[in-house]
Nanobody, 127 residues
Framework: QVQVVQSGGGSVQAGGSLRLSCTAS???????????VVWFRQAPGKEREEVAGSGPFGSPSYAASVEGRFAISRDDAKRTLTLDMNSLRSEDTAIYYC??????????????????WGQGTQVTVSS
């Protein structure tokens, strides 16, 4: 059974940095290396949106709002996806979710249709 556990996050002043991590248990290394792994966020009163993601063997991609400030990295051996957030702004305040699944990554990202989600982590940026 796949479980996704998030860690990190917290509160920081604008301009600061935070790191989020997401570890998926229940995958073999090969299976994880072929999985679609994505960070989403949901701010109060807003819809959930994709922040950054990576398909199997592909380069990561980012939402325009975080391009150049956020970076994701995946360690397939550890089944871990990390989100490094720099130059944080108040508008980055949200609950961040990690999602992991196999299958058509483009389709999953477009529909946010993932079977495996992390528990969510609050990120608060004060100005």
């Amino acid at each position: 059974q796949v479980q996704v556990v998030q860690s990190g996050g917290g509160s920081v002043q604008a301009g600061g940095s935070l790191r989020l991590s997401c570890t998926a248990s229940g995958y073999s290394q090969w299976a994880y290396s072929t999985a679609c792994v994505v960070w989403f966020r949901q701010a109060p009163g807003k819809e959930r949106e994709e922040v950054a993601g990576s398909g199997p063997f592909g380069s990561p991609s980012y939402a325009a709002s975080v391009e150049g400030r956020f970076a994701i990295s995946r360690d397939d051996a550890k089944r871990t996806l990390t989100l490094d957030m720099n130059s944080l702004r108040s508008e980055d305040t949200a609950i961040y979710y990690c999602a992991v699944d196999r299958g058509n990554c483009q389709q999953r990202r477009a529909t946010q249709n993932f079977d495996h989600w992390g528990q969510g982590t609050q990120v608060t940026v004060s100005s």
